[in-house]
């Protein structure tokens, strides 16, 4: 039997899209987080089945609306939540079309928790961003499609999101991480004290003491790691 709560179980953030939406003055970027309607399609076969879902379209009053269904096999019957689309910068109609129908998808809740995202700010570097002609827009030196994102969920919830950018810098830290996901601090990891010195001298900006333990010195490390990583 179909468990149809599979549909709002949260996305996996590799499904999930990331767009710069706007740059201020200052240099600060407000990130979006989308889905792509394949993703619909996919979770829709993954949980319904190929042959147990359909959608459809019509006009209403000039504006485009898509309808999806799925098989409710208790009461064989097909089960309809419908929703209009918005038109693309791009593509007026092949853009409205999708957006209606990954709307009419977050009606059946695949990907509903996309609205409890926080708001996502970054700030860019120098080399990001440029003010042409007054307003800002991103350079080629952001590759935000370069960047690893990491989230987590309780009770299906957003309860941490973060990322690192290509070189591996801490860009954006929201929440919480969960306690048996952070960083253990073990003195027999880490490699040499070399390593370990100019890991620490990359955090606190100055070098260790020269009698400090390895052991110590690991310690110190770790702890900085988790001060960067949940604030």
Same mark, same amino acid.
């Given at each position: 039997?179909?468990?149809?709560?599979?549909?709002?179980?949260?996305?996996?953030?590799?499904?999930?899209?990331?767009?710069?939406?706007?740059?201020?003055?200052?240099?600060?970027?407000?990130?979006?987080?989308?889905?792509?309607?394949?993703?619909?399609?996919?979770?829709?076969?993954?949980?319904?089945?190929?042959?147990?879902?359909?959608?459809?379209?019509?006009?209403?009053?000039?504006?485009?609306?898509?309808?999806?269904?799925?098989?409710?096999?208790?009461?064989?019957?097909?089960?309809?939540?419908?929703?209009?689309?918005?038109?693309?910068?791009?593509?007026?109609?092949?853009?409205?079309?999708?957006?209606?129908?990954?709307?009419?998808?977050?009606?059946?809740?695949?990907?509903?928790?996309?609205?409890?995202? =926080?708001?996502?700010? #970054?700030? $860019?570097?120098?080399?990001?961003?440029?003010? +042409?002609? %007054?307003?800002? @827009?991103?350079?080629?030196?952001?590759?935000?499609?370069?960047?690893?994102?990491?989230?987590?969920?309780?009770?299906?919830?957003?309860?941490?999101?973060?990322?690192?950018?290509?070189?591996?810098?801490?860009?954006?830290?929201?929440?919480?991480?969960?306690?048996?996901?952070?960083?253990?601090?073990?003195?027999?990891?880490?490699?040499?004290?070399?390593?370990?010195?100019?890991?620490?001298?990359?955090?606190?900006?100055?070098? =260790?003491?020269?009698? #400090?333990? $390895?052991?110590?010195?690991?310690?110190?490390? +770790?702890? %900085?790691?988790? @001060?960067?990583?949940?604030?």
């Amino acid at each position: 039997m179909t468990n149809y709560y599979d549909l709002k179980r949260p996305l996996a953030i590799e499904e999930i899209d990331f767009r710069v939406q706007s740059i201020n003055r200052g240099g600060y970027a407000t990130i979006l987080a989308y889905k792509d309607a394949r993703v619909d399609m996919n979770r829709l076969d993954q949980v319904v089945g190929v042959g147990y879902w359909k959608r459809d379209y019509k006009v209403i009053d000039g504006r485009l609306y898509c309808g999806v269904a799925i098989y409710n096999e208790k009461i064989s019957e097909w089960i309809w939540k419908w929703d209009v689309g918005t038109e693309s910068m791009t593509e007026k109609e092949k853009g409205q079309a999708s957006d209606a129908f990954k709307r009419a998808c977050f009606n059946l809740g695949i990907g509903r928790e996309l609205y409890d995202y =926080p708001l996502i700010q #970054i700030k $860019l570097n120098q080399d990001e961003f440029s003010t +042409d002609g %007054g307003r800002p @827009k991103q350079t080629y030196n952001l590759r935000l499609r370069e960047w690893k994102w990491y989230s987590e969920f309780t009770n299906n919830k957003l309860s941490f999101l973060a990322c690192k950018d290509q070189n591996g810098k801490l860009r954006f830290k929201w929440g919480q991480l969960a306690e048996q996901n952070r960083p253990k601090t073990n003195p027999k990891v880490n490699g040499k004290r070399e390593s370990l010195i100019n890991t620490y001298k990359q955090i606190y900006g100055k070098a =260790p003491a020269k009698n #400090i333990s $390895l052991e110590k010195l690991t310690l110190e490390v +770790d702890k %900085g790691l988790n @001060k960067a990583l949940q604030g």
